[in-house]
């Protein structure tokens, strides 16, 4: 790989059945921790390895747009939306460079618990060759190896680094690890209270909020007859 300049761009794929500020928060954090010129934000289609989402995909996109709004350095990516079939980070990562070449690093952010199910990605030997893989961490608590497969330890033990000043020497390649502020709120938390008609707010933006509310989504059949 060519060495990469100042560019580096974010990506940050996810169901985002609704985005959250867990979500949010981590992007800004590693946009300024790393120096990113942007993050894109990439809803899935149908995710290869969780439930089939609640909502639909242009639901889950409209929601992104509202949250990133007041954010120039955000962006919604719709190109898994798209796409027919599976939606693996493989083939978007292939989609991004023959867009972009190879002289901008791309940086694959995501949290701990996705690092560790890293392997039963499809291709996930391969990611590394084009992308860098930033694992948002606890502040002090980096994931143990212990809690590594022995494959994914080996890829972490050849390509890990805490310098982030690496993502820019080469283009892919790096995990970096990198300290963020924990945000305890999950998707599937949100869905089970709205579901329960417990409000979400201080969860996520407000906008999202009353997108929610006026679509009455996650709102069971039950729930909305009651
Ligand atoms: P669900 O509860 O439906 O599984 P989720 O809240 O985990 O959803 P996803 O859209 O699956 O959200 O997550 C996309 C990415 O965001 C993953 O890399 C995940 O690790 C990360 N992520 C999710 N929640 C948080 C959070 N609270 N803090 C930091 N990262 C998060």
């Known amino acids: 790989m060519q060495a990469a300049g100042n560019l580096a761009i974010g990506i940050l794929g996810g169901t985002f059945d ?3 500020f867990g979500h949010l928060r981590m992007a800004q954090e590693l946009l300024q921790a790393l120096d990113l010129s942007e993050v894109r934000f990439i809803p899935a289609a149908t995710p290869p390895l969780k439930k089939q989402p609640v909502t639909s995909a242009s639901d889950r996109a409209a929601m992104v747009l509202l949250a990133i709004a007041n954010n120039a350095a955000f962006s919604l990516d719709e190109r898994e939306l798209g796409r027919s079939g599976t939606s693996y980070t493989i083939d978007t990562l292939l989609s991004l460079r023959k867009e972009l070449g190879t002289g901008v690093s791309l940086c694959l952010l ?3 618990d996705a690092f560790l199910g890293l392997p039963n990605w499809q291709r996930w030997q391969e990611l590394l060759n084009y992308c ?3 694992v948002a961490h606890r502040a002090n608590i980096a994931p143990a190896t212990q809690a590594m497969s022995a494959q994914l330890r080996n890829l972490w033990e ?4 805490t310098h982030a000043e690496d993502i820019t020497k080469k283009t892919a390649g790096t995990i ?3 300290p963020i502020t924990q945000l305890d709120i999950s998707a599937t938390r949100i869905r089970e209270d ?3 008609n417990i409000s979400p707010r201080y969860l996520m933006p407000e906008s999202v909020i009353d997108f929610i ?3 009455r989504l996650y709102v069971s059949a039950k729930a909305a007859t009651t």
Request: positive net charge; contains cysteine.
């Open 176 to 178: 970096l690890m990198q």
């Open 18 to 20: 609704p985005i959250h």
């Open 213 to 215: 509310h006026s679509h």
């Open 158 to 161: 050849k390509s890990v680094s």
């Open 132 to 134: 860098h893989i930033i």
């Open 194 to 196: 709205l579901n329960c």
């Open 110 to 112: 995501m949290g701990s």
